[in-house]
């Protein structure tokens, strides 16, 4: 408790043990702990009726404690509640999105009841899987013809091949979190390239 105005615990444990040997205070020693009593030679003693009424005391007080905790607990738990509702212009704000949102879902209900979509025809499709295929295939080259060439280069190569790739500026499937099979099951019947 004293460290919190400054004290050292040393220095405050030296000046108790001064005043135990010079008999102002008692120290009673439990193992490596040390209880410093303040002596009550010269106290006076309560009677019995002092006694009884201190007590009585400190268990109403000790009650008027707990009702007060219950008190703060309550109140705590009614901020906390309050403080979870929602302001007048929050709610306001969220019916404006809500609003919003069904009137963009209406618009989207509208055109497909009323024949508003266009269907996308098979040659489109064709087209569009033509495509794909055709980036995928020159995906697969590319990627082989790297590799071959850089397998050639980097034989007798001791750095990290991280390291090297970081300085050339060569990005990787990996580096940019893609791998060439999460796109071939896309366009099934067509042979997968070995991973590298």
């Not at 439990?30 to 209880?35: A, E, N, R, S």
């Not at 404006?96 to 989207?108: F, S």
């Not at 020159?138 to 750095?159: C, G, H, K, Q």
Request: net charge negative; proline share 2%; with cysteine.
């Amino acid at each position: 408790m004293l460290a919190s105005q400054g004290f050292k615990k040393a220095q405050v444990e030296k000046a108790l043990m001064a005043l135990a040997e010079a008999g102002k205070i008692s120290c009673k020693e439990f193992g490596k702990q040390k209880l410093f009593i303040p002596s009550q030679e010269g106290l006076p003693e309560l009677d019995a009726a002092e006694k009884d009424a201190k007590l009585s005391r400190i268990s109403q007080l000790q009650q008027s404690r707990k009702e007060f905790e219950a008190e703060i607990s309550a109140q705590r738990k009614e901020l906390a509640q309050l403080n979870s509702v929602l302001t007048v212009e929050e709610l306001q704000a969220q019916i404006a999105t809500r609003l919003q949102q069904v009137q963009e879902a209406e618009t989207k209900l509208a055109a497909h009841r009323g024949g508003g979509i266009v269907a996308v025809s098979a040659e489109d499709v064709a087209a569009a899987e033509q495509r794909f295929a055709t980036g995928l295939t020159a995906w697969e080259r590319y990627r082989r013809m790297f590799r071959d060439i850089w397998d050639t280069v980097s034989e007798n190569l001791e750095a990290n091949q991280a390291d090297v790739f970081e300085d050339m500026g060569v990005e990787t499937d990996e580096a940019i979190g893609e791998t060439l099979a999460a796109y071939q099951h896309l366009l099934p019947g067509r042979k997968k390239a070995k991973a590298c």
